[in-house]
């Protein structure tokens, strides 16, 4: 399994859950390095020169915005979909929970794909901020910290 060893937390994710599969009898080997090599060897997973390098891959976190769909990630033409997934019956569902005014449509994407099951997902880490007292701003500048935004263009200095 390829994963970006930067920040180090990837590396001790993945060493931990490599750990847990050992313990039922699923032995995954582990190969760090930089995102870029990342992205160039699992984005391009018919190229002679990778074919034998990786089974999986972790990339980072993906922000999809508010819209619950998984319409990047999932849907076969997908700009996210790094796995080169294909289902036309998910196509269709994502399709549906993005066009259509049913709100069902959105339950049916996320109930067919929690069943297909086309990824496995791992919790992310959160982040711990500090600043000092005399640091301040409009509410939306901090409330992104915890999930790896930082917007300084809309704090300022108070003394």
Same mark, same amino acid.
């Given at each position: 399994?390829?994963?970006?060893?930067?920040?180090?937390?990837?590396?001790?994710?993945?060493?931990?859950?490599?750990?847990?599969?050992?313990?039922?009898?699923?032995? /995954?080997?582990?190969?760090? $390095?930089? @995102? #870029?090599?990342? &992205?160039?060897?699992?984005?391009?997973?018919?190229?002679?020169? %990778?074919?034998?390098?990786?089974?999986?891959?972790?990339?980072?976190?993906?922000?999809?915005?508010?819209?619950?769909?998984?319409?990047? /990630?999932?849907?076969?033409? $997908?700009? @996210? #979909?790094?796995? &080169?997934?294909?289902?036309?019956?998910?196509?269709?569902?994502? %399709?549906?929970?993005?066009?259509?005014?049913?709100?069902?449509?959105?339950?049916?994407?996320?109930?067919?794909?929690?069943?297909?099951?086309?990824?496995?997902?791992?919790?992310?880490?959160?982040?711990?901020?500090?600043?000092?007292?005399?640091?301040?701003?409009?509410?939306?500048?901090?409330?992104?910290?915890?999930?790896?935004?930082?917007?300084?263009?809309?704090?300022?200095?108070?003394?």
């Amino acid at each position: 399994m390829l994963y970006p060893s930067d920040p180090v937390i990837f590396g001790e994710q993945v060493t931990a859950w490599a750990s847990d599969a050992k313990k039922v009898g699923i032995n /995954i080997t582990l190969q760090g $390095g930089t @995102l #870029n090599h990342v &992205f160039t060897v699992a984005d391009d997973p018919g190229s002679p020169k %990778t074919i034998n390098q990786w089974a999986m891959a972790v990339y980072s976190e993906f922000y999809l915005g508010p819209y619950p769909t998984t319409m990047g /990630i999932f849907s076969t033409r $997908g700009s @996210l #979909n790094g796995g &080169f997934y294909s289902n036309p019956q998910a196509d269709k569902l994502i %399709t549906a929970s993005v066009t259509s005014g049913n709100p069902d449509a959105v339950k049916a994407e996320a109930s067919y794909l929690t069943q297909v099951q086309p990824s496995l997902f791992q919790p992310n880490y959160d982040i711990i901020a500090v600043w000092k007292d005399n640091v301040s701003g409009r509410p939306a500048a901090f409330e992104a910290m915890t999930q790896y935004g930082l917007n300084p263009e809309l704090m300022y200095l108070t003394g």
